[in-house]
């Protein structure tokens, strides 16, 4: 089934975030070409089905979309538009960025930035348990070679591009060659949520965040950075403060001319005038740091490039450790 509809945005917008960020769930699922075009691929909220999605910005700061399988397309609509912010008005976030030189500044090298959310909290709980303790890089490699094998991948404009695995070919599966066992049944428990309904936007977006964390939290092997990631990059809220990124307190003191990365209490102080954006703000801050110290436009990963991943997985953490699974919450290196 192919769909073709349109995002007219509220306030500024831009598909730059979607081509160039670094962000380790866009990695193995999305591919850009010369025409401006951006293609993504993902499972369907609810269904898990494999959708496609051809992005095209027009000069009206409109969007052209045309969705590719899909047994719900209004709904496959509702994710996309979670995922690039669009459901939201950004008017408000651009009286924010203006008022504050800082920001401004950041924001004059990003027009129309908006954040980037993973397409659900299931892809993103994935995508960081898949990721830890490797490099991003690798990890869209294995990613990308799990939807070839599983065949979670989707023609547009005659391109195969691969989403992140359905939870069920993720279950079909008791171990996959690159990827350590404890890794795997930690990547199995997180698909064994998701299609307990656990890891829904919405689900998660309605009870206290410090509730969800913890039931996050207790998931094999999702400690307390596994689960931020999944609540703000995966479910989208606006101003969730991601305070145990350390890589917001770097920003933070390069934005505002510290010096040194700023303590948790600077970071406190200075995002109440963030409200009622203190993640989207956040997003913007990594973001323009993370570019001033990386290729942030490197391409993305082919299905050809995925054939080349690693055969062998890292050592596992200790089982039934709650200290080993602690250190390994974080990735080794992932993007903006």
Same mark, same amino acid.
Not at 36 to 65: H, K, M, N, W, Y
Not at 82 to 94: G, I, K, M, S, V
Not at 263 to 283: G, I, K
């Given at each position: 089934m192919i769909t073709r509809t349109k995002f007219i945005p509220q306030g500024a917008f831009s598909l730059d975030p979607v081509r160039k960020m670094g962000c380790g769930f866009l990695l193995g699922t999305r591919s850009c070409s010369?025409?401006?075009?951006?293609?993504?691929?993902?499972?369907?909220?609810?269904?898990? #089905? @494999?959708?496609?999605?051809?992005?095209?910005?027009?000069?009206?700061?409109?969007?052209?979309?045309? !969705?590719?399988?899909g047994s719900?397309?209004?709904?496959?609509?509702?994710?996309?538009?979670?995922?690039?912010? !669009?459901?939201?008005?950004?008017?408000?976030?651009? #009286?924010?960025?203006g008022k504050d030189p800082a920001l401004a500044r950041a924001a004059a090298r990003r027009p129309g930035f908006r954040p980037v959310v993973a397409y659900s909290p299931y892809v993103m709980a994935g995508w960081c348990v898949l990721s830890q303790r490797l490099r991003m890089s690798m990890a869209a490699k294995l990613q990308v070679?799990?939807? +070839?094998?599983?065949?979670?991948?989707?023609? @547009?404009?005659? /391109?195969?591009?691969?989403?992140?695995?359905?939870? #069920?070919?993720?279950?079909?599966?008791? #171990? &996959?060659?690159?990827?350590?066992? +404890?890794?795997?049944?930690?990547?199995?428990g997180v698909a064994e949520a998701a299609l307990r309904g656990e890891l829904e936007a919405d689900k998660l977006l309605s009870v206290p965040y410090e509730?969800?964390?913890?039931?996050?939290? +207790?998931?094999?092997?999702?400690?307390?950075?596994? %689960?931020?990631?999944?609540? @703000?990059?995966? %479910?989208?809220?606006?101003?969730? !403060?991601?305070?145990t990124e350390p890589r917001l307190h770097a920003a933070v003191g390069h934005a505002y001319g510290l010096g040194r %990365?700023?303590?948790?209490?600077?970071?406190? /102080?200075?995002?109440?005038?963030?409200?009622? &954006?203190?993640?989207?703000?956040?997003?913007?801050?990594?973001?323009?740091?993370?570019?001033?110290a990386t290729d942030e436009t490197a391409g993305p990963v082919r299905l050809s490039d995925a054939r080349r991943a690693t055969r062998s997985g890292p050592a596992s953490p200790r089982r039934g450790s709650s200290r080993s699974a602690s250190r390994a919450d974080h990735p080794r290196s992932s993007g903006a």
């Open positions: 010369s025409d401006g075009a951006v293609r993504l691929a993902f499972p369907a909220d609810g269904t898990f #089905e @494999i959708v496609g999605a051809r992005l095209e910005a027009q000069s009206d700061e409109s969007v052209d979309v045309t !969705l590719i399988g719900q397309p209004a709904l496959v609509k509702q994710q996309l538009a979670r995922a690039l912010c !669009l459901d939201h008005d950004a008017r408000p976030f651009q #009286e924010i960025l070679r799990m939807a +070839e094998t599983f065949g979670d991948v989707i023609e @547009i404009d005659g /391109e195969r591009v691969a989403s992140f695995p359905r939870p #069920e070919s993720i279950l079909s599966a008791t #171990e &996959f060659p690159g990827i350590a066992a +404890e890794k795997w049944t930690r990547l199995r509730v969800a964390h913890k039931r996050l939290t +207790e998931l094999r092997g999702v400690g307390a950075w596994t %689960a931020d990631g999944t609540l @703000i990059r995966g %479910a989208g809220p606006t101003d969730v !403060l991601p305070i %990365a700023a303590t948790t209490r600077e970071v406190l /102080e200075t995002a109440e005038s963030w409200r009622p &954006f203190r993640t989207w703000v956040s997003v913007l801050l990594i973001s323009d740091d993370w570019s001033r």
